[in-house]
């Protein structure tokens, strides 16, 4: 929060959208709730501002999320090249919104990176750790829930937050809520607990958002969470669990993107689990997501071993190579880590 532990740029925020008429916003792979929430919050500002405003997303945003004010005006570069291209040309200010390096962002972070940096101006809002663009505008807090935390409270203080209508606060709330599960971790600040009070009384209907965040699945994905919960194995040594998902599996459950949302959270219910890995094999590699809690570092281990990171409780990586030899490097590079950090004698215990 900017009150507590960080200084946020909101005289350069104000520059940026005071200087400039054209905007691009732009976000990670795989939009996530905060992704959107926070392109989609920042562009409805932008639009009572008057400006003329674009929201480009890498690829076509999970279905389960169409229902966020303004999602489905949004582009999707992998579909829509010619004309996201010209928008971006056309463009003089490109925000990056919950993503720190174009590499996150597949074909879209190709056209970005190849632009005359000069040509644009470009501004950053973004809650994970270590950034590698450098932008005119630096707004960056990895203690932050979650980039919609971010850019809310940066509007809220600053010039503009007049603008801020419900509308726009909707979706940063969805953020929040999403990057959070409910406020049920990456969520101990006092301070927003304030700012999410501060939402709610500006009218948004909690009740109805809570219901499509957490309400809106399809019968096929939860058959999907079942097999996923029945293919899950504990790592041998480790309090660490595995969640292996092949393409054949994905494609008998008809997988759509956003259909393993949370998945990988699910098995740090159990008591003496520290660590939760679910691995998915998509066209572009095999995909890693990484979850633990308390002191388990899991961006340290995406990072050290493939190249990956994210937050300290939450990460991710790509591997690049067949399905099944990749199930078998990632048990033993985590049994390694693991064995590294508590020592052989901590064997898992059984789950009643």
Not at 85 to 105: G, K, P
Not at 226 to 247: D, F, H, Q, R, Y
Request: with cysteine; glycine share 8%.
């Amino acid at each position: 929060m900017s009150g507590s532990t960080i200084s946020y740029d909101i005289p350069g925020l104000e520059r940026a959208i005071n200087e400039h008429s054209k905007f691009i916003l732009t976000c990670h792979v795989n939009a996530d709730g905060d992704a959107l929430g926070s392109t989609l919050g920042l562009k409805a500002v932008l639009a009572r501002l008057g400006k003329k405003c674009s929201v480009i997303v890498p690829d076509l945003p999970p279905t389960t999320l169409l229902w966020i004010p303004g999602a489905k005006s949004a582009h999707a570069y992998e579909r829509e090249i010619t004309v996201c291209d010209q928008l971006i040309e056309e463009a003089d200010c490109i925000f990056m919104m919950d993503y720190n390096a174009h590499s996150r962002t597949g074909k879209l972070g190709e056209k970005l990176s190849s632009l005359d940096k000069g040509s644009k101006y470009w501004v950053m809002v973004d809650h994970h750790l270590d950034p590698v663009e450098k932008c005119d505008v630096m707004i960056s807090n990895p203690e932050a829930s979650a980039t919609c935390e971010i850019i809310y409270d940066c509007l809220r203080n600053s010039i503009y937050k007049d603008q801020i209508d419900v509308t726009s606060a909707s979706c940063f709330y969805t953020g929040i809520m999403t990057d959070t599960g409910g406020l049920s971790y990456n969520s101990s600040d006092p301070d927003l607990y304030l700012l999410v009070a501060d939402l709610l009384r500006m009218g948004i209907d909690k009740s109805e958002i809570h219901d499509k965040i957490f309400n809106n699945k399809s019968v096929r994905r939860l058959r999907l969470l079942a097999t996923s919960l029945k293919k899950m194995e504990v790592i041998p040594g480790t309090n660490v669990s595995l969640i292996p998902l092949s393409k054949p599996v994905l494609d008998k459950h008809r997988y759509m993107t956003g259909d393993t949302e949370g998945f990988v959270n699910i098995p740090l219910q159990a008591k003496n689990l520290v660590c939760s890995m679910l691995l998915m094999e998509r066209p572009d590699g095999i995909k890693v997501s990484l979850r633990s809690k308390g002191d388990f570092s899991v961006s340290e281990f995406a990072s050290k071993y493939y190249g990956g990171g994210g937050h300290f409780n939450a990460s991710g990586a790509t591997m690049k190579m067949a399905f099944e030899e990749a199930v078998e490097v990632l048990k033993r590079d985590m049994k390694e880590y693991y064995t590294a950090m508590y020592g052989e004698e901590n064997k898992i215990k059984e789950q009643e």
